[in-house]
């Protein structure tokens, strides 16, 4: 059975740092790419960062680029999000899902992850960011 656990979510100060963690169960980092998701209230899902087994991470949105960092464990089968520098607009319910590391050219917003390419999610973990 495929599972996905988030932790790590918690209140930070804006300027901090704060790593969550996902731990995959019922398939290997080898067999799906994981992604970062958030949402925050009242605004749609956004894709943040992907992690392929065998080529790291392959996406960063703008608004995490610089900031956040995506690195996995094969030993412990847990892909990680390193947050730092956190900002208040970064306070949401963060999820990660395994699937496909598909992007699509969205113009202005540039490449977007695309929820779609993902076929199992986690249950989420709500980080707030106080400034």
């Known amino acids: 059975e495929v599972q996905l656990v988030e932790s790590g979510g918690s209140s930070v100060q804006s300027g901090g740092s704060l790593t969550l963690s996902c731990a995959a169960s019922g398939f290997t980092l080898d067999d799906h790419g994981i992604g970062w998701f958030r949402q925050a209230p009242g605004q749609e899902r956004e894709g943040v960062s992907c992690?392929?087994?065998?080529?790291?991470?392959?996406y960063y949105s703008d608004s995490v680029k610089g900031r956040f960092i995506a690195s996995g464990d094969r030993a412990k089968n847990t892909v990680y999000l390193q947050m730092s520098s956190p900002k208040p607009e970064d306070t949401a319910v963060y999820y990660c899902?395994?699937?496909?590391?598909?992007?699509?050219?969205?113009?202005?917003?540039?490449?977007?992850?695309?929820?779609?390419?993902?076929?199992?999610w986690g249950e989420g973990t709500l980080v707030t960011v106080s400034s």
């Open positions: 992690f392929s087994g065998d080529a790291g991470a392959v």
């Open positions: 899902a395994a699937g496909n590391c598909m992007t699509n050219y969205r113009g202005s917003l540039g490449d977007v992850l695309q929820s779609s390419g993902m076929n199992y």
